[in-house]
Every structure is written in structure tokens, then in C-alpha cells.
């Protein structure tokens, strides 16, 4: 089920109406706001509306998307990452992070108080740990947990637990920042591939600079291993279609490998033949939405690709008969 499914039916269940009703509410919301908001955002304005809050029910994972508030979830702790230290506006602060699942999914949980990240630091919570979080907020389908929030080890036992994220199977013109997600479309356009220069050692990027005063000599230098013999690195860029909404996409060496050699962008002729021929190619594609800050906009960040295989799929249907 869809995150939008999932909240029209809590919605329901809680203020005791039919879903159908819930369901015309957030229409009507929709068109008196002019489309403005996405349906997620008008479920959000009808369950306020109807005086609900989420406060007093444990969500599921899979449920959770941006910008609801004193939200509960019980899940266990797949993966902690290292305790970060910033400064901000000369301030000194910490932050940590892990990923929770339960059996709907997993996301990842946001500690910005410090009560709650010594727990970690103090290994009082522990990877594999069933933790019960009262009154975080999300960002996209992150859980965000300020001094407001409260984070306990829980008496939940939980074995069977979803460690992926909620991949929304969604039509494009209802994803959000930060939703992973696999989607069906057709590529309605190809860009020029671009290219950028690594360090062959640690894959950075590299600076490039003139090498004294001799004109059009220039070398390459990564802040770790120095001057080093740069390797180039594509970029390519599509739109996908899947009918409801047209949506850029990025790809980067690993996915561009999926489809294509590399090196073979290089070469105008084979890189003007690739992009005809994906032009117009009906895929799979899952990755993560992402905002891109030069445009504003959402793009995907592609993890992987697959050309959809129509005979293959047939030859699938007939084995499975
Ligand atoms: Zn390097």
C-alpha cells in the first residue's frame, strides 16, 4: 500500500468515518487550495480538521511521511552511524544517527539531544535493540527527535523486521524528498553526458592547475594524494515519463555502467548511438528523491536501472503457467 493509503485509512479508523468520506475531504481540500498542496498534505490539514493527532498510536514505518509532529514508533535498530560534532553559528553541538525497522520498513532516526545521544555514546542502546520513540517529528520519512522527544528501550520483542527502506512502488507526481522509490517510464530525453575528474586513489574530486607560468600546461591535484594522474568520471542525466509526471534523473558511474561501458561516452559516435537508442526505452527505475539545489527541484538519484524486457517478461509469464 501507498504512505498516502495507509494515512486516509488511519485517518478513518481514528475519527470513525468511511474512507470514501475521508478520501472526498482531502479532494475538496485539494481544489479549494488549487492544487497547491500534495494529497499527503491535505490528508495532514483534514486530520487536523478532525482534531486528529497521531499522538496516542505507534505508526509503522512504511506510514511515516514529512512534516507530522508528536509521532510514535516502536522498531529495532539495524545500523548506528558515528556520533557527529558541528559547530554552528559558534556553537558547538552533536548529532547522531541510526536506522530503525520494523515490518513495514526502515528509515533513519535524527538524535539532536544530548541526552539522547549519550545513550548511544554510552552504548546503553545498542545495535539490535528494540527502542520505543514518543513525540519525534519527520522530515520527509525521517524521524527528527529533539529534547521534546523521548527515546527508551522498549519490552516489544520483534523478530520479523523489514530492513529496506519503504520503497513506495508511486506514480512520479506523487513522490517526496526523501522517499525511496521504483518507478516504471519511458525516457523522453537524453542529455549530453558530462564529465568530471577524480583522484584514481580515493575517487575525490580533483582541482585542476596551471603548472607555472607555461601556457596550457596544467595538472591535477587531490587534497590527499597531491598531484595525480586524474580520471574521468560521467555524468548523464534523462527525463522519465511514467505518464503522470516527467522527472530528471541522475546517473553516476555505477548506474551508467548498467547500460553502457563508461569509456564508451567518451567517444562522441558511440555516445550520440547510446542515447538514441535509450531514447524512447521503456524502465524500472528505483533510487532516491532528491532536491536539486541549483533548480529547486525534485530529481531522481538513480541506484539502479533496468530496461523493461518485454519478451522476457512473456517468456516469465509462460513458466510461471
Ligand atoms: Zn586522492
Not at 205 to 217: C, L, N, R
Amino acid at each position: 500500500m501507498k504512505n498516502y493509503d495507509l494515512l486516509v485509512d488511519r485517518i478513518a479508523k481514528s475519527a470513525n468515518l468511511e474512507r470514501e468520506e475521508i478520501e472526498r475531504k482531502v479532494e475538496a481540500k485539494k481544489a479549494k487550495l488549487s492544487g497547491l498542496i500534495s494529497k499527503e498534505g491535505a490528508a495532514q490539514i483534514i486530520a487536523a480538521e478532525l482534531g486528529i493527532n497521531f499522538e496516542d498510536e505507534d505508526l509503522k514505518i512504511a506510514e511515516l511521511i514529512g512534516g507530522l509532529r508528536k509521532v510514535n514508533v516502536v522498531g529495532k535498530i539495524m545500523n548506528i552511524f558515528p556520533v557527529r560534532e558541528f559547530e554552528k553559528n559558534d556553537r558547538k553541538g552533536k548529532v547522531a544517527n541510526f536506522i530503525l525497522a520494523d515490518d513495514s520498513g526502515s528509515t533513519r532516526v535524527v538524535l539532536w539531544d544530548v541526552n539522547h545521544i549519550v545513550l548511544i555514546e554510552n552504548k546503553e542502546i545498542e545495535v539490535g535493540d528494540v527502542v520505543e520513540i514518543r513525540n519525534g517529528s519527520t522530515r520527509d520519512s525521517e524521524i527528527h527527535l529533539s529534547s521534546f522527544g523521548e527515546l527508551k528501550k522498549s519490552e516489544v520483542v520483534m523478530d520479523e523486521v523489514k530492513n529496506a527502506p519503504a520503497v513506495s512502488e508511486v506514480s512520479l507526481d506523487e513522490v517526496r524528498q526523501g522517499m525511496n522509490v521504483r518507478a516504471r517510464g519511458v525516457v523522453v530525453q537524453v542529455f549530453q553526458p558530462r564529465f568530471y575528474s577524480v583522484c584514481p586513489t580515493c575517487n575525490k574530486k580533483v582541482v585542476k592547475s596551471a603548472v607555472g607560468d607555461e601556457k596550457g600546461k596544467e595538472e591535477y591535484r587531490c587534497a590527499e594524494h597531491g598531484v595525480v594522474e586524474k580520471v574521468d568520471r560521467a555524468i548523464l542525466n534523462f527525463v522519465l515519463d511514467d505518464g503522470t509526471e516527467s522527472m530528471r534523473v541522475v546517473m553516476f558511474s555505477d548506474q551508467i555502467k548498467q547500460l553502457i561501458p563508461e569509456e564508451d561516452l567518451k567517444d562522441e559516435m558511440k555516445a550520440a548511438a547510446f542515447r538514441d537508442d535509450f531514447l524512447g526505452t521503456e524502465i524500472y527505475l528505483s533510487g532516491r528523491i532528491n532536491r536539486n539545489q541549483l533548480f529547486n527541484n525534485l530529481e531522481i538519484v538513480a541506484n539502479n536501472i533496468e530496461r523493461v524486457d518485454v519478451e522476457k517478461l512473456i517468456v516469465e509469464l509462460d513458466d510461471k503457467k
